[in-house]
Every structure is written in structure tokens, then in C-alpha cells.
């Protein structure tokens, strides 16, 4: 109908389209009205299907964006007998000559958004409107319940009365506007957007004898106005004294161009005064008589053609479980599919541009190429129908993401009532599991952060978004998401009893390991088969000798914790003393584990010890040359006899511990020799080098730059392969290496032959 933030410009003043975006002919033979799927006759005013309206949209739609002269509130709607009609009752829309705040006239505004939703069907309502003489602009219309912005949530009239005489006589010369009702379907195009049109709203009433004209006036006598709606058609109608009229010349045809009109959507009514529909721009230009009265007898939705849906209450369902927003993993409870319930969005075109970054997994990724630097930069996937995530309260929004490491970039997620919090990631820092190395990363941002003070969970637009920090890359970049997911939904059975909240297959009923990693292999108990790496960060209980985080990072209790600069963590655990203790939760199928510590010391000395269920590792950690300075230490094998809740104690202070890492030892099959293929050199070019590791061996790679110190850096997991890259090497430079791998017969650690090669 008319408020602006659903809307831009007024319907009638839209531009032309080409023929080919107008809607097409669609013939109405043989239509049937089935039963009555729901109707409100009005005798009290339901509050559980229609919302109240007040106010005059300011501040942020001053004259609700179309210079209405009203100020709506609740005391201008109410139920009252119909006049002349004993026994019958009407909810009451009163237009009033009176000034509240600075309108100088009140009038009555209803919706069912929330309330009421409908999809498809015969939408009957019988109206009388008062005598409108300029000013008065009495309407019946829809919204689409779409988180999309209008026009492209699209919008249905199904009659508007008050037009200007300047539009009424394009069509109908010198015809009263107390004759003269219009109706309208408005969708979004690219076709129609103009300079004067940038909302590229396409209106089906341009220019087109939409309207009923009547023989005599239609105020203060009762009309009947249907809406014919299904999936293929639109049809407008006028039922007078008893005889029916098409608004239309005939049904308005949805295309695909057009299939806002596919979607629910609520319904409106209201009696605006003045603005930019009307004659009366000005308050003195107001020449209706008040106060003024519009009666909606009744709302009625018929079944049609064998269609139609009516929703009461919130149409929206609690998404359980893990629910995915981008990803073709399968386990997900239930996804979003971008161009059919979601659309992938660049909101700064001027700046990002698709980029051919290859996926994570499957097939499809989002990948972006950042052309303009200084420029902001943004985008995200927005789901077409508002979200209930509220049983992910205690969830985490996880992604992977390939960005480069000196590029600052926000994550967030925005609500239908533009409420957004955003998670800033500045250049060059790690945190919530993201690895700077220039490949693919796993985030994972607990919701209770993400969401801030004010995000509404139980209805999100933006499920997930992204933007550029305060400092925009100076360079040109490219960024690549994929695997987007939100995990910890509790229950996702739908019904059937089972549900399945980490997505690993394994329902909850038997999961002796909740929470596994996205992608990871179990056994019958939901339980890691293969390997388990646990952030010293991530503990479930703690004892720390002092008060307060002396690393002032990632987390608030007393565990002294700071940003890491190792090859993979983000952060880690610090300022250890002895008498500290950490525990986790061991996600791991029974058997026997080799354990990896990650640690850095300057002065070496300390001692720590990890245990789980009767079995303990205790090592010591020697000097590695400063708190940075990060190697890994082989603890031994570990018995793991069921997952469950394992213990770090500090006997003796003065070391950092980035990760604990457990690989299960295989047999080879009593050959002594490393499994065929577990590890080896993918490429050896002039700048880079690229080893892998199979994920069903243990190995690490260790490297040497021109004789430097050798480094032992864990890989990020690709598909069936651990593989990280040597990246910055020049002509000439000697690049040595050689692997670490467990022998399962000797018990023992083996290093391979050292190989070497001159960069060219």
C-alpha cells in the first residue's frame, strides 16, 4: 500500500517495463473455490492475529515514507456495530481532525504480520469506506513474510481508494475517486530500475486500466473485494451489489521473474491521510470530512484450485540440530539452498567481484575477489524466510574460510528488526580456532558472542555476513568461504524420535561423544576413529593460582591465555605455575593413542603430566629458544578405554602449551617399514614448497630453510590429507626436510632419510 519502508516510490508512478518483464495472461476457466480455511468476522479484536500500529514512522520513516499527514494509534481502531446492519459487527479504522505529537490528524492502522500468513487461496474482505473528497486513502493489501527488502518481498493490493485525480484520469477521465478503486501486484526487476525508480520496483497497475469504476459512489455502502492467488496467477476483483468485476483486464501470470508472489504473506489495512498517493500534500489540503470511518466487515481465505495455506501465529519453526547456511556436508538437520530459500548477496559491488577460488568441499564456495583498495567491502547469505535459531543460544557458528593474513575482516548476523553484531578478526590476529597461513581455516564463534546484547535469535535475516574491519586491505585480495554450519541445536528429530546435534550420524541417544568435529570419523558410539586435536584454550574446568587472564586473550577467567604466533592456534595457554591443572573433553574411540604436545619455553625445566582414566604421560619440556619458539614434544602412547574428560597437571611451571594432539597407532602389518604412501612431497616449485600426510597415518614433516632451524609444523587437514605449504622461498635458496613417523612394532618414533633441493 504505502509505508516506505516496504516500499520506495508510489505504485502508480513506476516506471514502464519491457514487455517481456510484465506479467503474462493467465486464463481463469474452470476455477473452483473450495472450503473456508479460516475468517475473522470482526466481533472482538483478536490480539494473537492483528498488531496494533502506532505512530507516524519517524524517526527512521518520518510520514512512513510517503508524507502521510497521520499519526497512528490504537485508540482510532475498534469493533463496532455496522450501521444499518443489527446483529453484525466490523473493526472500525477512524480518521480524526486532532494533533498528536506534530501530525495534525490521527488515524487507525492493523496487520496480521506475526499473526496470520497465507499462501495461495480465494482472499475475500467486504469494506465500506466514508466519503474521501481529497485526503483519504483507505486500503486493503499484503506483505510478503520474506526477510528480503522491498519490493523484492513483493507486494499485493487488493484495493486502494483516494488516488489523485491527475492518475485517475490517465484512465478514467473526470470519474469521481468516490467511484474509482485500484489494485496493484508490485515485485522487484532489474528491467525498471531507473534513476527516478532505484528500488526497481515493477508495478503491474503502470499505465494499465486497473481499477473498477462504479456507477454510483462507493463511500458509506459496503464492497466485496477478492484476490484470486495461486501459484501460476494473480486476479483482482470487485463484487458490487452483488455482480462481480475483474480489476484487471485479466489474471496477472507469476514468472520467475516474479516469484515473490510464491511466498506467504500477511495482511493490512489502513486509512492514511495526505501524502504523496493523494491530492493532499499539506495539511490545509485535507478537504475529507472528519472524523471519517472505514468498516472491514470481515477477512475471509477460501481454498482455490486446490490451493491454499493459512499459518496462525509465528509461521517460523525452531531450526534444531546443526542447520546449515552454506555447505554440502551431509548430517545437517536441514540447509538452506542459496537461489531457492536463501540468496548469496554482495553488498559493495563496487568493490568485490566472484572470484574462482576452488571449495573447500564438494562443489560450490563462495569466493569473492577484493578489487578496490581503500574501499569497504561486504556480503552475505540471507535466508528468504526469517530464522528461529534461538536452540543455538548455546551453539557456535562455524565456517571455513581462506583470506590472507593481512586482511581484517568481520563476521556477524543481523535479525529482521535490523539488529546486527559483528565479531572483528583485525589483520594478523587468530582467534576462535582461525589459522593464518594463507589456506583454508576452521572458525568456530560461540552464538552467545555472536549474537551480542540486542540480535533476536528467534528471527534472523543474515544468518551469516561478512565485512571488512575499520582498516581496508591496500592490496588486492581474494576471500573464500565455505562449510558454513550452525552446530548445537539440541534435538533435531522432527518428529521421529532421533536426532543427530553434531551431525556425525550417530544419534544422541548413543553418542558417548557430543560435540564431535564437523567431517570427523566415528565409531558406533559417535567417538573419533582417527585423531583428536584439542586447543589448550578449550578446557571444560580449571584451577589457576592467580587472579585474572594475564594474557588478556580469548577468554575472562583466571587462565592466562594470549594470541600465539605458531603456524596453527590461535592462542595458548601460558604463565603456567606448578599445582595448575586444565581438563577437556576427550572425544575418542577406545584404543591406544600416540600424544603430541605443542610447547614453547625459554628457559625449559618445566614438567606436566596428562591422564584419562587410570592411564597417564608425564614429559618435560626443554628450552626451544622463547616463548614463541614452538616445538612438538611426543609424549608416548596413551590406553584410551572410552571418551571422556581428560586432565593436564602442572607439576613444574614456566611453559607454554599451544595444542594436545592424539593419533591413534595403526598396525602396519609387522614390517617395521612406515604404511605405504602416508606422507610425501606434492610439489617443489621456485617459491613454494607443499608436503602431505595421509590423516589414517601419524607423521610430521620437518624443514630447514638454507640451514636454519628446524621446524615441525602441523598440517591443515584437505580432504583425506593433512598438507601444509613452504611458501616465500627464492631462486637459490636450499630447502632440507625430512618426516617423524610412529612405528607401531618398535614402539618408537622414526625419522626418515633427509632430502634436499635448490630453488631455481
Known amino acids: 500500500m504505502n509505508d516506505f519502508h516496504e516500499r520506495s516510490n508510489r505504485s502508480s ?48 520513516l518520518c510520514g512512513w515514507g510517503n508524507q502521510e499527514l497521520e499519526y497512528y494509534q490504537g485508540d482510532n481502531v475498534s469493533i463496532e456495530p455496522v450501521p444499518g446492519e443489527s446483529g453484525n459487527s466490523a473493526i472500525v479504522l477512524e480518521a480524526r481532525n486532532e494533533t498528536v505529537e506534530s501530525r495534525a490528524f490521527t488515524s487507525g492502522k492493523l496487520d496480521s504480520k506475526g499473526g496470520v500468513s497465507i499462501q495461495y487461496g480465494m482472499i475475500e474482505t467486504r469494506i465500506r469506506v466514508p466519503d474521501l473528497d481529497t485526503g483519504l486513502w483507505p486500503a486493503f493489501w499484503l506483505l510478503g513474510t520474506s526477510t528480503a527488502s522491498w519490493p523484492a518481498k513483493g507486494e499485493i493490493d487488493m484495493m486502494e481508494m483516494g488516488h489523485s485525480q491527475a492518475v485517475i484520469d490517465e484512465t478514467h477521465p473526470g470519474t469521481s475517486m468516490n467511484r474509482f478503486v485500484g489494485s496493484n501486484a508490485i515485485f ?50 470487485v463484487v458490487d451489489n452483488g455482480v462481480e468485476y475483474d480489476m484487471y483486464d485479466a489474471p496477472i501470470g507469476i514468472t520467475d521473474a516474479s516469484d515473490e508472489f510464491r511466498q506467504p504473506f500477511y495482511l493490512l489495512m489502513n486509512m492514511a491521510v495526505g501524502g504523496t498517493f493523494t491530492d493532499a500534500m499539506q495539511n490545509s489540503e485535507v478537504t475529507a470530512p472528519l472524523p471519517a470511518k472505514m468498516y472491514i466487515d470481515y477477512v475471509r481465505v477460501y481454498e482455490y484450485n486446490g490451493m491454499g495455506e493459512v499459518t496462525l501465529g509465528n ?51 563462495i569466493s569473492w575477489d577484493y578489487t578496490a583498495p581503500g574501499q569497504w567491502f561486504g556480503g552475505g547469505v540471507q535466508s528468504r524466510q526469517p530464522l528461529d535459531m534461538s536452540n543455538f543460544e548455546d551453539g557456535h557458528l562455524s565456517f571455513r574460510i581462506k583470506v590472507p593474513t593481512d586482511v581484517g575482516f568481520r563476521v556477524g548476523i543481523t535479525d529482521t528488526y535490523t539488529n546486527e553484531h559483528y565479531i572483528d578478526f583485525p589483520a594478523g590476529e587468530e582467534k576462535y580456532g582461525l589459522v593464518r597461513n594463507g589456506d583454508w581455516s576452521r572458525v568456530s564463534i560461540p552464538v552467545s558472542d555472536l549474537r551480542g546484547d540486542l540480535v533476536a535469535l528467534q528471527s534472523i535475516s543474515y544468518p551469516f555476513a561478512l565485512l571488512n574491519t575499520a582498516t581496508t586491505p591496500a592490496r588486492t585480495v581474494s576471500i573464500a568461504i565455505d562449510d558454513i ?40 558410539n559417535g567417538c573419533s576413529t582417527d585423531s583428536v586435536k584439542i586447543q589448550a584454550e578449550d578446557y571444560v574446568n580449571f584451577v589457576d593460582s592467580d587472579v585474572g587472564n594475564n594474557g588478556g586473550a580469548y577468554r575472562s577467567d ?63 619440556v626443554n628450552a626451544t629458544g622463547g616463548w614463541q619458539n614452538w616445538a612438538s614434544l611426543n609424549l608416548g602412547e596413551l590406553e584410551v578405554s572410552a571418551a571422556g574428560t581428560l586432565r593436564l597437571d602442572v607439576q613444574t611451571g614456566d611453559f607454554n602449551l599451544n595444542w594436545l594432539r592424539f593419533e591413534q597407532v595403526a598396525s602396519d602389518g609387522g614390517s617395521g617399514e612406515p604404511p ?3 606422507y610425501g612431497v606434492s610439489q617443489v616449485s621456485a617459491s613454494e614448497a607443499e608436503f602431505y600426510v595421509d590423516t589414517s597415518a601419524w607423521a610430521d614433516v620437518h624443514y630447514s630453510i638454507n640451514g636454519g632451524s628446524q621446524l615441525n609444523v602441523r598440517m591443515t587437514q584437505e580432504g583425506s590429507r593433512n598438507v601444509y605449504r613452504v611458501t616465500g622461498l627464492s631462486a637459490g635458496d636450499t630447502l632440507s626436510y625430512h618426516f617423524t613417523y610412529w612405528n607401531p612394532d618398535t614402539g618408537s618414533a622414526v625419522d626418515t632419510a633427509p632430502q634436499t633441493f635448490v630453488m631455481e
Open 485 to 524: 554450519v550452525w552446530e548445537g541445536g539440541g534435538s533435531d528429530d522432527g518428529g521421529t524420535g532421533t536426532s543427530d546435534s553434531d551431525g556425525d550420524g550417530v544419534d544422541d541417544s548413543a553418542d558417548q561423544c557430543p560435540g564431535t568435529a564437523s567431517g570427523a570419523q566415528v565409531n558406533a
Open 188 to 237: 522487484y526487476a532489474e528491467e525498471a530500475c531507473t534513476d527516478a525508480n532505484p528500488t526497481c520496483a515493477a508495478s503491474t497497475a503502470w499505465q494499465t486500466d486497473n481499477a473498477y469504476v462504479a456507477n454510483t459512489s462507493l463511500s458509506d455502502r459496503f464492497v466485496t473485494y477478492r484476490l484470486y492467488w495461486t501459484d501460476q496467477s494473480l486476479r483482482f476483483s
Open 676 to 678: 605405504t604412501g602416508p
Open 315 to 365: 509461521p517460523v519453526e525452531p531450526e534444531t540440530g546443526t542447520f546449515g547456511v552454506f555447505t554440502e556436508q551431509s548430517g545437517t538437520s536441514r540447509s538452506l539452498e542459496a537461489g531457492e530459500t536463501s540468496d548469496i548477496y554482495i553488498w559493495s559491488t563496487g568493490s568485490l567481484a566472484g572470484g574462482n577460488e576452488p571449495a573447500y568441499e564438494g562443489s560450490e564456495v
Open 13 to 60: 508512478r513506476l516506471p514502464a517495463l519491457m514487455a517481456t518483464v510484465v506479467f503474462g495472461i493467465a486464463a481463469h476457466s474452470q476455477a473452483q473455490v473450495g472450503p473456508l480455511l479460516w475468517e475473522d468476522n470482526f466481533d472482538t479484536l483478536n490480539s494473537e492475529h492483528w498488531n496494533v500500529i502506532e505512530g507516524d514512522g519517524c524517526p527512521n
Open 558 to 620: 583466571d587462565v592466562d591465555i594470549e594470541a600465539t604466533s605458531d603456524t596453527d592456534g590461535g592462542y595458548n595457554v601460558g604463565w603456567t605455575t606448578p599445582g595448575e591443572w586444565l581438563e577437556y573433553d576427550l572425544n575418542l574411540a577406545p584404543g591406544t593413542y600416540q600424544v603430541t604436545a605443542r610447547v614453547a619455553s625459554l628457559n625449559g625445566g618445566g614438567q606436566f603430566s596428562v591422564s584419562r582414566g587410570g592411564a597417564s604421560l608425564s614429559s618435560s
